[in-house]
Antibody, heavy 118, light 110 residues
Framework: QVQLQQWGAGVLKPSETLSLTCAVS????????WTWIRQPPGKGLEWIGE???????NYNPSLKSRVTISVDTPKNQFSLKVTSVTAADTAVYYC????????????WGQGTLVTVSS | QSALTQPASVSGSPGQSITMSCTGT?????????VSWYQHHPGKVPKLIIY???KWPSGVSHRFSGSKSGNTASLTISGLQAEDEGDYYC??????????FGGGTKLTVL
């Protein structure tokens, strides 16, 4: 059974860097797109970006200038960094597996609430 | 990229059927058969219920069904049950090698 376990700082001040990591267990790490998705309070889901096992990335154009997704394939982990955060980055952040053959997000991490406040 | 358009809310009584829409453009929904739907109960993790427009993941009830016409995808839930109440999101691949979600629809079971 595929499991995604994520962790990272939950409270940040404006201008700091958000950093989250997601560890994948069960299933193959290659052949999928490892994805970050967020949900601001009271709002819908927003796709942040994805990375494959080789490090190839795609990002949401609206966030691309501040976002970096990286991968540590030997550890079956991938990470998210968002620089210069503001209150607008307050959200529940999810890591998820992008299934290449079925074009969907089939496994999700438990979610991490990140609050940006001075 | 703009979010896909979903109605803010839909409602139905137990046993009834409801349909919710997800409207995009020819650059996303209309251009690919890569629409998926997610059920999200507050405080829980989103759950995949439909992928590739109309396919079911293992273990998902066939009371949920998906379809697409042009730039609009739809999710139908038949035989509404109380536990179906929650938020539903559509997602589509885009021609910019990105993914986009809809704003979400809140389903109320009356």
């Amino acid at each position: 059974q595929v499991q995604l376990q994520q962790w990272g700082a939950g409270v940040l001040k404006p201008s700091e860097t958000l950093s989250l990591t997601c560890a994948v267990s069960g299933g193959s790490f290659s052949g999928h797109y490892w994805t970050w998705i967020r949900q601001p309070p009271g709002k819908g889901l927003e796709w942040i970006g994805e990375i494959d096992h080789s490090g190839s990335t795609n990002y949401n154009p609206s966030l691309k200038s501040r976002v970096t997704i990286s991968v540590d394939t030997p550890k079956n982990q991938f990470s998210l960094k968002v620089t210069s955060v503001t209150a607008a980055d307050t959200a529940v952040y999810y890591c998820a597996r992008g299934e290449g053959l079925s074009h969907c997000f089939d496994y999700w991490g438990q979610g991490t609430l990140v609050t940006v406040s001075s | 990229q703009s979010a896909l358009t979903q109605p803010a809310s839909v409602s139905g009584s137990p046993g009834q059927s409801i349909t919710m829409s997800c409207t995009g453009t020819s650059s996303d929904v209309g251009g690919f058969n890569y629409v998926s739907w997610y059920q999200h109960h507050p405080g829980k993790v989103p759950k995949l219920i439909i992928y590739d427009v109309n396919k079911w993941p293992s273990g998902v009830s066939h009371r949920f069904s998906g379809s697409k016409s042009g730039n609009t995808a739809s999710l139908t839930i038949s035989g509404l049950q109380a536990e179906d109440e929650g938020d539903y999101y559509c997602s589509s691949y885009t021609n910019k090698y990105t993914w986009v979600f809809g704003g979400g629809t809140k389903l109320t079971v009356l």
